[in-house]
């Protein structure tokens, strides 16, 4: 079983920066895709940003050019930079890693990000 810890969550002023950073650990597996979903209080999860393993990104509209994921292979680990925050960047963020044998996915426990004014 695939454990994943997130960390890098906190209060920050609109504007300020975070860096999320998530560790997946436990049995041998073989890492594919990972990413960063979000969920803000009534609203649904939503894609914040992925990684493929050849290091192919992808972003939601809403934080293109002030997000930033990157990911260490060697670590099994995502990071997702965050920088010019707004107040509806404020969530609950989890990490999200797909193994391909089996082909699985897995959740963080999630990280709270509040941004405020």
């Known amino acids: 079983q695939v454990q994943l810890v997130e960390s890098g969550g906190g209060l920050v002023q609109a504007g300020g920066s975070l860096r999320l950073s998530c560790v997946a650990s436990?049995?041998?597996?073989?890492?594919?895709?990972m990413g960063w979903y979000r969920q803000a209080p009534g609203k649904q999860r939503e894609l914040v940003a992925t990684?493929?393993?050849?290091?192919?990104?992808n972003y939601a509209d809403s934080v293109k050019g002030r997000f930033t994921i990157s990911r260490e292979n060697a670590k099994n680990s995502v990071f997702l930079q965050m920088s010019s925050l707004k107040l509806e960047d404020t969530a609950v963020y989890y990490c999200?890693?797909?193994?391909?044998?089996?082909?699985?996915?897995?959740w963080g426990q999630g990280t709270q990000v509040t941004v405020s004014s």
């Open positions: 436990g049995p041998s597996f073989n890492i594919g895709a």
């Open positions: 999200n890693v797909w193994t391909m044998s089996p082909f699985k996915a897995y």
């Open positions: 990684i493929a393993s050849a290091g192919f990104t």
